[in-house]
């Protein structure tokens, strides 16, 4: 985390799922000119955040249903609440293998999230860069981050092959 920081001078966080929230469990920042509302041990509504909407579509079927059940606020006006909205949009996550939301929690940032694998494959945890609306370069961030989700992987014990890593990381 402290590289993709130093290397892209953005905002890092690392978190889970907790019922149908986004439980951020780290957080670093090289300053705080991006609106970024996380904090370490604080919560997100799992729809209103690119790390939430990464791992419920990467989650068990019952996750997701949770979430398609519940009634959602719409946050701001890019927040997605519509459950036949959020089913594509998960099969989309799921199809590249990150979640890239544009002004979904606060309008003035974008949220890019990409999947932290467990021992039996499973999606544990999301890495999450924060960037200015506008200013998501996902050519540079993506990249960067699947390469520190495999290493935060590694350091957990997973050992992922390179046809594995092609597979589960698109």
Do not use: W
Request: hydrophobic content about 40%; aromatic content about 4%; glycine content about 8%.
């Amino acid at each position: 985390m402290e590289d993709v920081v130093q290397a892209l001078q953005v905002h890092i966080s690392l978190s889970v799922l907790d019922g149908t929230d986004a439980l951020y469990v780290e957080r670093l920042a090289p300053d705080e000119f991006v609106v970024n509302i996380t904090e370490v041990a604080g919560r997100l509504p799992a729809h209103a955040c690119s790390a939430g909407l990464m791992l419920t579509a990467f989650g068990p079927t019952e996750q997701q249903e949770l979430m398609l059940r519940r009634r959602l606020d719409k946050l701001t006006e890019n927040t997605i609440t519509d459950p036949h909205e959020l089913r594509s949009l998960f099969a989309r996550i799921r199809q590249q293998g990150y979640a890239a939301m544009e002004g979904i929690i606060v309008p003035e940032s974008s949220g890019i999230s990409v999947p932290v694998y467990g021992r039996g494959g499973e999606v544990i945890a999301a890495l999450t860069v924060i960037r200015h609306r506008g200013e998501e370069d996902l050519n540079v961030i993506v990249p960067q981050l699947r390469f520190a989700s495999r290493a935060t992987s590694r350091r957990l014990g997973v050992v992922l092959d390179s046809h594995r890593v092609r597979r589960l990381m698109g």
